[in-house]
């Protein structure tokens, strides 16, 4: 009997071990069956940071880049390549100062990327199509056009005047999350170094919710800490979405979510869009030596000029400290196990992608917009269907947007004071 169970313990550990082995470093193949699928779906990003490089003198969307050489992972021939019709591109703000002279700052920064993201549909209407509607992607996408939702990465620029998110709202903003890698006055970071300052949200931070439902904009909780998390899925009118974030039971990590949380958001409508940036999916050692390294590098790269050049400087110094103070980097597959941890424990509905590119997403074997195709070729392989995978990609991550639509559209149509009036003399 022993032996028996020795010689099964045996073949399970060789499956294992070639399970292992299977795994390549390169990713998923892509099938020509799984790319003509991809081909067919609707697929969306809901964390495209792809406006960062729209500064840098010298980088062209409409021309292909290299990852290696600048550091980027999207433009339209590797959107195209990937089979990726768009999603929402990020008006990203560090989180400054917060003096009344930081706000303002932030506040005229915000602007810059948001007209520079209109400018490029402007410059590029047969490529690019801004849109406003969650019916809009659809349509934009069976034109042969890419979808540019506009998104909020930190409110930052809004504190201190939550009026100024309507004007967001009209210029095409239809995702907002309140805060970034720092507390601000308007919630909770998952990860300041100073722990929670709010314990969730500010009085600001409400009013930002509730601003944010009346517009039709959905809330993003990405990068909040769990308490504003927690306070958004009760306070908000409409389904939450995380835009970009991962699983506490496949790597407890600040930024991720932990599994009871996950089921509340599931439970009242909410998705979480899986990211793929590496430091938030394994475990990785701080050596001093190479984050030392590293600040220096992000300080000459915020000083620095905004050139292509300058770009390709700073990624062969990059290489550089990788090559020197080597750290274990995510695979495909790590990344993977977020996304197949968050379908089991939520349900396929309420989960999609999010990768990350441009704002340090990619991983081995997913490295940039080409890469796209794995996902359905191993949510495929996985056995799950067409209509399922199209979940994934756009369908769930939509009936978010349209939820929030919907709610703004009938506060609209409801007489003026109805909220307030009493119902009876
Ligand atoms: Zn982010």
Redesign the pocket.
């Given at each position: 009997m022993a032996r028996i169970r020795n010689s099964i313990a045996l073949v399970a550990g060789l499956l294992l071990a070639a399970v292992a082995m299977a795994v390549d470093p390169a990713g998923p193949v892509v099938s020509k069956t799984a790319r003509a699928l991809h081909e067919q779906l609707l697929t969306l990003d809901s964390?495209l940071d792809t406006p960062m490089n729209f500064e840098l003198q010298g980088w062209d969307i409409l021309q292909r880049h290299d990852a290696l050489q600048d550091g980027s992972q999207v433009d339209l021939p590797r959107l195209i390549e990937g089979g990726l019709d768009g999603g929402f591109w990020a008006i990203y703000t560090p989180q400054g100062p917060r003096t009344a002279a930081g706000v303002q700052a932030a506040r005229d920064a915000a602007f810059a990327p948001l007209v520079a993201i209109r400018e490029l549909v402007a410059a590029h209407p047969r490529q690019f199509e801004l849109a406003l509607k969650a019916d809009d992607a659809a349509r934009i996408a069976a034109g042969g056009k890419r979808v540019v939702f506009l998104s909020i990465?930190n409110g930052f620029p809004v504190e201190g005047d939550p009026g100024l998110l309507q004007t967001f709202q009209r210029l095409g903003v239809r995702l907002a999350g309140p805060v970034?890698l720092c507390n601000n006055g308007l919630a909770d970071s998952s990860t300041d170094p100073q722990g929670p300052e709010w314990h969730g949200l500010s009085e600001q931070g409400r009013r930002f919710v509730a601003e944010a439902n009346r517009l039709g904009i959905v809330l993003d909780a990405?990068?909040a800490s769990d308490e504003v998390l927690d306070q958004l899925i009760e306070l908000s009118r409409t389904p939450v979405l995380l835009s970009?974030s991962g699983l506490k039971a496949v790597f407890d990590h600040p930024r991720n979510i932990d599994d009871a949380r996950l089921r509340r958001l599931a439970a009242s409508g909410g998705v979480i869009q899986i990211n793929f940036l590496s430091d938030y999916l394994i475990a990785t050692p701080h050596d001093p030596a190479r984050d030392q390294a590293l600040q220096a590098l992000w300080a000459d790269a915020r000083t620095g000029p905004p050139t292509l050049a300058a770009r390709q400087a700073l990624i062969a110094r990059k290489a550089e400290i990788e090559r020197r103070w080597p750290v274990p980097r995510a695979s495909f597959e790590d990344a993977f196990a977020h996304l197949l941890h968050a379908i089991r424990v939520a349900g396929i509905e309420h989960v999609g992608i999010g990768a990350?590119f441009d704002?340090g997403g990619g991983v081995t074997g997913f490295e940039d917009a080409r890469d796209y195709p794995k996902i359905t070729a191993r949510l495929l392989a996985e056995g799950f269907g067409p209509a399922e995978i199209q979940q994934v990609w756009s369908g769930n991550l939509l009936r978010v947007l349209r939820a929030a639509e919907t709610y703004a559209q009938g506060l609209q149509a409801r007489p003026v004071g109805a909220a307030s009036a009493p119902s009876s003399p």
């Open positions: 964390h990465e970034h990405s990068h970009h990350d704002g």
